[in-house]
């Protein structure tokens, strides 16, 4: 498990208490436990990921490097589908082609 922190500083007037992440870290900080993100990454998860990056971004890059992020957090058994995004010549129609044969 890794650790976040938890600041005991006040922002802009209110209390600071359970602000994880927070910029002004450093000053009474604590450290809070917290799971690892890949105990929780499901090849839904990284379909997802995928077709968020092609709508938002709209570039084979984009989707490219969002499928490398996610193969790292897919179990072995999972990863098959994200390298074929990963090893195509065009991974953004490739995950639109992936998307029209979804049920939504």
Request: aromatic share 4%; glycine share 8%.
């Amino acid at each position: 498990m890794r650790a976040k922190q938890e600041c005991d500083t006040p922002h802009d007037g209110l209390s600071g208490r359970g602000c994880l992440g927070c910029r002004y870290g450093g000053r009474g900080a604590k450290l809070l436990p917290s799971f690892s993100v890949s105990d929780f990454m499901t090849l839904t998860d990284a379909t997802l990921a995928l077709l968020l990056a092609a709508r938002i971004h709209g570039t084979d890059a984009a989707v490219r490097a969002t499928a490398k992020r996610c193969v790292k957090l897919l179990p072995r058994s999972k990863r098959d589908l994200i390298y074929k995004v990963v090893d195509s010549r065009s991974p953004l129609e490739l995950v639109s082609f992936l998307a029209q044969g979804l049920d939504l």
